[in-house]
């Protein structure tokens, strides 16, 4: 039984994943994944038939670009809130259950399609179709489907980190934090007493918490940014909103360091020059990251969903690297 543990939630919500369980979490996952692609597919193709150039982008429009269906732990964890009667006990998911999720599955994950014209440079005009996905949160249909506190505390209990062990079991993607021990080993070997120390520590404090540049500040959503000014500034020191006006503010103030210079706390910038989210930006700055020391960092990445700690190596070569806490 997965999810067992939850049997003592406020709601008693709980997922079986038992072998007689006719609908399987794992097969309706498959089952409305494959429909709702089968869907994303037919409209590229109806508007690529009537000569537009199609692109298809995953994520939230304010950012998230991680190219993926990231919210089925959300779209469960609501489902469970919405449609689970208290002390049904576990879900056995019968036929109606499947439909409801299903509609609830698509109803998070929405896909439009803005179709326009651009005239080019020698005059021809060129039609474009741009399908835009977004993968919805828990906490942004708390208001939609008007939850009771009770609700919210269930969500808020189901989504927590304790519970992450138990998702899996029923084959849920959370975030890998990279971390698969005690973090106290981490902490110990960065040299003690230091400001960059304690922003690392507290940004390590964040591993797991979910990324999302929209909903970042609400729950315990956070982005790249949101991640190296909230550490800053638990270690005192303000540093500005974005990864590009952070950087600028560090080159402005003198904060720019080399490579060779780095230490634990220090911050890490990549520039993507090609992006048109940040292609206009300071030094078309589009990722920023906190150092950790021995070729690690803390970041909070789209890639991987989540505040992580990692190599520096994977997100490539940086373009800047700054020391604003001294």
């Not at 997965?2 to 309706?28: C, E, R, T, Y």
């Not at 469960?76 to 208290?86: D, M, Q």
């Not at 950790?292 to 190596?313: D, F, I, L, Q």
Request: charged share 20%.
């Amino acid at each position: 039984m997965a999810l067992a543990d939850l049997s003592s939630s406020p709601a008693g919500i709980f997922f079986s994943n038992n072998a007689d369980n006719p609908n399987q979490v794992s097969d309706m996952i498959r089952e409305i994944e494959n429909e709702w692609f089968s869907q994303i597919r037919d409209t590229r193709r109806e508007y690529e038939e009537k000569g537009y150039i199609v692109e298809v982008n995953y994520g939230s429009s304010t950012g998230d670009m991680g190219g993926r269906v990231d919210n089925w732990r959300d779209v469960l964890a609501v489902y469970a809130v919405t449609h689970v009667s208290e002390g049904r006990g576990a879900v056995a998911f019968g036929e109606e259950d499947v439909i409801k999720l299903r509609d609830l599955f698509f109803e998070m994950n929405p896909v439009t399609v803005s179709a326009y014209t651009a005239q080019n440079t020698d005059g021809q005009t060129t039609a474009y179709a741009d399908i835009g996905v977004t993968n919805m949160r828990w906490i942004q249909m708390e208001e939609k489907y008007n939850m009771n506190e009770e609700q919210k505390e269930t969500l808020v209990f189901l989504m927590s980190a304790e519970n992450t062990p138990l998702w899996k079991q029923l084959g849920i993607g959370t975030v890998d934090t990279g971390v698969h021990g005690d973090i106290s080993v981490i902490i110990a070997k960065l040299p003690p007493g230091t400001r960059g120390t304690s922003i690392v520590e507290y940004a390590l404090s964040r591993l797991g918490d979910p990324y999302s540049m929209e909903l970042r500040g609400q729950g315990n959503y956070i982005d790249c940014s949101g991640l190296t000014q909230w550490a800053y500034a638990q270690a005192g020191i303000g540093i500005p909103w974005t990864a590009a006006e952070q950087a600028r503010y560090c080159v402005e103030n003198n904060k720019v360091i080399d490579a060779s210079q780095l230490l634990p706390g220090d911050l890490i910038f990549w520039s993507y020059p090609n992006s048109s989210r940040v292609k206009d930006r300071f030094m078309a700055i589009g990722h920023v990251a906190i150092y950790a020391g021995n070729g690690m960092m803390v970041e909070a990445a789209p890639s991987a969903g989540g505040v992580v700690y990692r190599e520096v190596s994977v997100q490539g070569e940086p373009v800047l690297y700054a020391r604003p806490h001294v």
